[in-house]
């Protein structure tokens, strides 16, 4: 007999429920309910996604990367195209909470809007000397700030601890940086005892 | 009639099969002649894939050889790869020396050498043609289809000639050779395979693919296959994975089986799905009731499941959102045996003068060893006929897999399914014998050309690792 050797994997009957879910559906109107990105990413799997848009969702060549994508469409848009895709995406009869739950995960694949991980952004992107940071956080923090770091061989030069002001988006925080030099610095922002870091290319 | 310049002017793009009705009755014992050169090719099946590969004139699937019933080929086959070749005409009755396998009916074919192969295809049907020298040629995208028209045949409106098939991990192949594989298991949810297994298991002979295409191209490089409202639709389709069984489906669709490696059924089959194991081709038509755009697709629990899929789309919908099915096999009925053939109170055994009741084990984690009765090639038992023997081979599987088992220049009948007798037995040349203590039996007549007939399972890395033996006219 041959051995199994038993990775740790998805558990049987929660794949089986989503298969039996996904079959039969038709198109429903995209709800605006919040999906499980957990379940999401068991539909990633079971429908193939990677087959065209690659692994991790990064791009594949024959489709988009969708890393990201929360940043460039809404929630609503992302859902709107799932439910009625363009080819060459296949249309695949999914139920709106199914949507839902996709929508959940792709918009999170880099820690996203509805992530876990606050995203950070430059002004202009890749930042000047003199530059704007964004940081959109998954729930507001009560207080955050942003150090620009360079190494430079065994020397680490870096800015005072900035911090970031509220926007009109409880979600968003920014704030100005100046640059001491061109190159390559890490953004470090500090938020409720948490931290992420960014790597960034500062021109000129 | 010589049709190379044919040949040669279809090399190059990857694309469907679009069989059109042949023009005129082909004249019997009508020669024609086909050159076929095996060499190195940078498979490319879509944007931003390429694999090293080996491929017949350039193309990979090599061209559709395509025959009328009656007339005779001859084959020119060069050899420009690095490795021994040698090309074997699966499914179908040549003399044995025109069987292409090396080292057995033949020597190996090396670089820069070439074979003639001469011989009258038949049986008719859906037979393709693929290296058999063990150097894992058809491994690398050394296999073609070869389609033998019978004029006895119903016309189809449309008729697609395709061919599923995945591009493996070498890496993994050794691995899965040495019983050491770490590839996991992506057979669909709902299938046999899939029984005790979950998603992303692993088994020591698990070979790891690197994509999965038809005919060339991974979604949506595929070749759409453009058909009219009203159409009777016959798709003639090969598995030619390596290792893996494939369910083929197309969305919103029914499929009507009417043939089984190219032999036509006594009863046909209507189903959701086509249950493919490796090396089989089945025949099925559906009938294009309304426009619209649907997925053929081959399902499996691979992430990249959808790069095997092509586009069935009526005039107008070209660009319309195909509609999938999912990756799973709950609910869908898919084709069986037992459901092809029905039951029976008992099978007929009349006339058979032999009898082999062989066990199909091996696979153990770390070794090599796959066997049939014990033993493993060459030292395998072996079937010795006189003409006009009946013959029949009762395999018991105890090993956890379906195997493939392939028995070349006879078509043999599978006459009972785990111990269920076949109303109708089911001609063919390959048949999964089912897993876990599941036993399948064939009987046989020995009225082939004399010579020496492998028998083996189709599944390469088990037939390289022993599961092979040979039927030998006395």
């Excluded at chain 1, 390559?184 to 960034?200: I, M, N, R, S």
Aim: hydrophobic share 40%; with cysteine.
């Amino acid at each position: 007999m041959r051995q199994l050797l038993r990775a740790a994997a998805i558990s049987c009957a929660a794949f089986l429920a989503l298969a039996a879910g996904a079959m039969g559906a038709a198109n429903p109107a995209p709800t605006a309910s919040a999906g499980n990105a957990g379940a999401g990413a068991k539909l990633v799997a079971q429908f193939g996604c990677e087959g065209c848009h690659g692994a991790g969702l990064r791009g594949g060549g024959a489709a988009p990367s969708l890393f990201g994508i929360e940043r460039r469409l809404s929630a609503a848009q992302l859902s709107e195209f799932i439910a009625h895709p363009q080819a060459p995406m296949p249309n695949f009869g999914l139920s709106g909470a199914q949507i839902a739950d996709l929508v959940a995960y792709i918009s999170g694949l880099d820690g996203g809007a509805s992530g876990s991980l606050p995203v950070v952004s430059t002004m202009p992107s890749p930042p000047t000397s003199n530059a704007t940071v964004i940081v959109r956080f998954p729930t507001p923090p009560h207080s955050a700030t942003v150090t620009a770091t360079m190494q430079m061989g065994s020397m680490t030069m870096h800015t005072k601890p900035i911090a970031l002001e509220p926007t009109g988006d409880p979600h968003v925080y920014k704030a100005k940086i100046q640059f001491s030099m061109g190159g390559a610095w890490t953004l470090h922002v500090e938020y409720d005892g948490k931290h992420v870091d960014d790597p960034v290319t500062v021109g000129g | 009639m010589n049709r190379s310049g044919f040949l040669a002017a279809s090399a190059g793009a990857a694309t469907a099969f679009a069989l059109p009705q042949l023009a005129a009755p082909a004249r019997a014992q009508e020669v024609v002649d086909f050159s076929l050169v095996a060499a190195p090719l940078e498979f490319r099946p879509g944007p931003g894939l390429a694999y090293p590969s080996l491929a017949y004139n350039g193309r990979l699937p090599g061209p559709l050889l395509r025959v009328t019933l009656g007339q005779r080929v001859r084959v020119r086959f060069t050899n420009r790869t690095p490795i021994e070749t040698s090309v074997h005409w699966h499914g179908q009755i040549p003399p044995n020396d025109m069987d292409g396998v090396a080292g057995i009916t033949q020597p190996p074919v090396l670089y820069g050498e070439s074979f003639l192969y001469e011989f009258a295809p038949n049986p008719p049907g859906t037979r393709w043609y693929h290296d058999h020298a063990f150097q894992m040629g058809a491994l690398r995208g050394l296999f073609g289809l070869f389609v033998i028209d019978d004029p006895k045949d119903e016309p189809a409106d449309a008729e697609f000639a395709l061919v599923f098939h995945d591009v493996p991990k070498m890496d993994s192949v050794k691995a899965a050779m040495r019983g050491t594989s770490t590839a996991p298991m992506f057979d669909p949810m709902g299938s046999p395979e899939m029984a005790e297994m979950q998603p992303g298991d692993k088994m020591g002979d698990e070979v790891d693919y690197a994509a999965h295409c038809i005919d060339g191209g991974c979604y949506p490089s595929t070749t759409p296959l453009a058909v009219k409202v009203g159409d009777r639709v016959r798709l003639r389709i090969l598995n030619a994975s390596p290792t893996q069984t494939r369910y083929v489906r197309l969305a919103g669709h029914r499929l009507r089986i009417t043939h089984a490696d190219g032999n036509p059924l006594a009863k046909p089959l209507e189903v959701d799905a086509l249950r493919v194991g490796v090396a089989e081709r089945y025949d099925a038509w559906f009938e294009v009731a309304a426009p619209g755009a649907w997925l053929l697709e081959g399902i499996s629990s691979d992430p990249l499941a959808y790069q095997q899929a092509a586009v069935v789309h009526t005039q107008g919908m070209e660009r319309a959102a195909p509609v999938a099915a999912p990756q799973s096999l709950e609910g869908v009925e898919y084709s069986t045996y037992v459901g092809a053939g029905g039951t029976a109170a008992s099978v007929d055994e009349s006339g058979v003068t032999q009898r082999y009741d062989w066990t199909l084990d091996g696979g153990a984690y770390g070794e090599r060893a796959w066997t049939i009765d014990g033993k493993s090639w060459p030292n395998t038992p072996k079937i010795i006929v006189n003409r006009g023997d009946r013959v029949l081979v009762r395999f018991t599987n105890h090993t956890d897999m379906d195997h493939p088992m392939h028995l070349h220049g006879h078509t043999f009948r599978i006459v009972s399914v785990n111990g269920k007798a076949l109303a109708r037995p089911l001609a063919k040349d390959v048949s999964l014998v089912p897993a876990n203590g599941g036993t399948l039996t064939w009987i046989f007549d020995a009225d082939s050309p004399k010579g020496r007939w492998l028998l083996h399972c189709h599944n390469d890395v088990h037939m390289m690792d022993g599961m092979m033996t040979e039927v030998r006219y006395a």
